[in-house]
């Protein structure tokens, strides 16, 4: 009988190392998860950027009830070495383009590359929701472009996180994202791409 009792505890000693062994594995596989999370975060993505909007609609309905009126896109550089901007959606629309338009902005941020850029920035920026025709001849992707002002606030070197936001409140009726394809799948695809800044501003 003690034998048995000595054999038990034995094995019982070894599961429980062979699980103290595991659970240390797994600790080392998720930290080691984390870590390619992180650098994936911190990967450079260069303009032209494409933005990936999916569940559309249902983010509308959200935005009714007020409970998720905007919907942000990760962080992305113009260009290595260049702007850190951000693009955000009003599904929705704000102010008088509630219920009826989506609204459209970007927003500058705070940038690693900051120091040695020209400011303000003063690039022409395109916003583009591309059409999803399955015939590539007969797309057409609504446009819309502005050209920044000197002047602009928004436009000057973040001294915070980010900048507030410019671009278009009306920005694609509600209507015409129907009547296209535009949304396919209940999943919208924006672009955003720059044109050359004014060389004459810097002189």
């Not at 429980?16 to 911190?42: A, F, N, P």
Request: with cysteine; hydrophobic share 35%; charged share 35%.
């Amino acid at each position: 009988m003690q034998d048995e009792t000595r054999i038990l505890r034995q094995e019982m000693e070894k599961i429980k190392l062979d699980y103290r062994k595991m659970e240390s594995k797994l600790t080392g596989i998720d930290r080691k998860i984390t870590e390619v999370k992180l650098k994936h975060k911190e990967m450079e993505t260069f303009a032209p950027f494409i933005w990936k909007v999916t569940e559309f609609w249902e983010r509308v309905n959200k935005a009714r009830k007020d409970k998720e009126v905007r919907v942000e896109s990760d962080p992305f550089y113009v260009g290595p070495q260049g702007y850190k901007v951000k693009l955000a959606m009003y599904p929705n629309g704000t102010k008088e383009a509630k219920n009826a338009y989506i609204s459209l902005y970007i927003a500058l941020m705070k940038g690693k590359y900051d120091p040695i850029l020209p400011w303000p920035f003063l690039n022409k920026v395109t916003l583009s929701v591309l059409d999803q025709n399955p015939n590539v001849m007969q797309r057409h992707n609504f446009v819309k472009s502005f050209v920044p002002e000197a002047s602009w606030k928004s436009m000057k070197r973040p001294e915070g996180e980010e900048n507030e936001r410019r671009g278009f409140g009306r920005f694609l009726s509600h209507d015409k994202l129907r009547s296209g394809c535009y949304l396919v799948d209940d999943i919208l695809f924006i672009k955003f791409e720059i044109g050359p800044a004014d060389a004459s501003y810097f002189g």
